[in-house]
């Protein structure tokens, strides 16, 4: 896919009303046969992190998720040369790897270097809260339960569903994402069970 056909990379999306930037993906390497046929430097342009190019590879895009979501909001990379970027791969065998970069206004990406005082990773304190239960969850979770998280490491015996949902705001929050459309910016209040939306979770970050 040499640097990309138009219908792949002009992502039909100028016409979109969206709050949130534009992002660039570029591929930087191609360690096996992928049937999207993708190739080194094609470039894709997201409307916003819920707008990829026309035909993007859905397995990609499920890998790629939390860092768009997570950049969409300021989240920073410490330890990449921009910090507002990140690499990502493909989930299926590592066919292919990618850089993901966020856009400003003018389509130029943005460009924070490398903090020189990085040290390794920093795991944010974060709690998950069921803020609303409208039906049955087959974990009985209800109204008010709690739980703590550190940085990226998982709740032993957590639903997997809830889970899969409320990783890209845990990732985002873990590097430092804000939520500016929410009365606490450190806080996202809308993390819904995808089986049938029974329970809502809040999701905070206490450090
Ligand atoms: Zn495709």
Known sequence: MKNCKDEYCKANCADINTPFPRLKLTC????????????????????????????????????????????????????????????VTCPDGGKAEFLVELLDKNDKVKFIPKDPNHKGPNPKNMEIEVVKAKGKCSYKYKLGDKWQVKGLKCIDGFCGAAWHVAFPALFALNFGAKFFFMKDHNSIDTVTCPDGGNIIFKITRKD
């Open 28 to 87: 930087i390497g191609v360690y096996g046969e992928c049937y999207h046929g993708y190739e080194v430097n094609d470039e894709f342009i997201l409307g916003d992190f819920t707008h990829p190019p026309k035909h993007f590879c859905l397995g990609l895009a499920h890998a790629l998720f939390p860092v768009a979501y997570a950049l969409s909001f300021g989240a920073r990379f410490g330890f990449m040369d921009n910090q507002k970027s990140l690499k």
